[in-house]
């Protein structure tokens, strides 16, 4: 009788040290803050789907590395075009948004467009298509980038952030830099989305964010 007694007691104390881990590992993950750390990936869809996003995202950010607006054409959605903006805030009826042959003369297309306006000083951002791409889309090498976020805004700063209302059936990718400097203003990201065209996922927007006052 004293040796079921034991048992039971010892039993009843395992069920409760086991229930407690779990409540403190819970509140650990969903009560406390999340905080994204150098060198981490975020991952927030399933498996499979973050092995094409990440094939995607790459495969356009080594296009943009070369410059070659041909091949970054060939991922561009045929129907919506590519949207472009400079800031996380998108606003469709002003944002540039160019179709596929338009994406693929990108390198040699000598028309200044308006991309916007500046935050700072609300100046009208007026640049070739190929000084938008270096000043707008890859300031930075994205495809080193050490930290990719799935259809999760990775950081923000100022700005609104507007992507999923702005497009609510797409995925998007972030490729983030996380800040070097001490202020932890130098941040910045990439944020490629894409939508659906009859079972394939095609780019429909470039979007830059960064620090802004």
């Not at 060198?39 to 996003?53: C, F, I, K, P, Y």
């Not at 060939?74 to 994406?103: A, D, K, W």
């Not at 998007?172 to 941040?187: I, K, N």
């Not at 894409?194 to 927007?205: I, M, Q, S, V, Y």
């Amino acid at each position: 009788m004293k040796k079921q007694l034991f048992s039971l007691v010892c039993l009843l104390l395992g069920a409760a040290l086991g229930i407690g881990c779990f409540l403190l590992i819970r509140y650990l993950s969903d009560g406390a803050p999340r905080r994204v750390e150098p060198d981490a990936v975020v991952v927030e869809s399933g498996s499979v789907q973050n092995e094409e996003l990440t094939r995607l995202a790459l495969g356009v950010a080594d296009t943009l590395r070369k410059g070659d607006y041909k091949a970054l054409s060939e991922y561009v959605h045929p129907v919506y075009g590519l949207v472009f903006s400079p800031y996380s805030t998108i606003n469709l009826s002003s944002n540039q948004c160019f179709t596929v042959n338009r994406v693929e003369i990108a390198g040699s297309d000598t028309t200044v467009y308006t991309w916007g306006t500046t935050v700072d000083s609300g100046e009208p951002i007026q640049l070739t298509a190929r000084q938008y791409f270096e000043s707008y889309v890859y300031d930075r090498d994205y495809a080193q980038a050490p930290i990719i976020g799935f259809n999760t805004v990775v950081r923000s700063g100022n700005a609104l952030e507007n992507v999923m209302a702005a497009f609510p059936e797409a995925q998007f990718v972030d490729l983030y830099f996380p800040p070097a400097s001490a202020e932890g203003t130098d941040w910045s990201i990439l944020r490629m989305v894409f939508e659906d065209n009859g079972g394939t996922l095609k780019l429909t927007a470039l979007i830059h964010s960064a620090y802004t006052d």
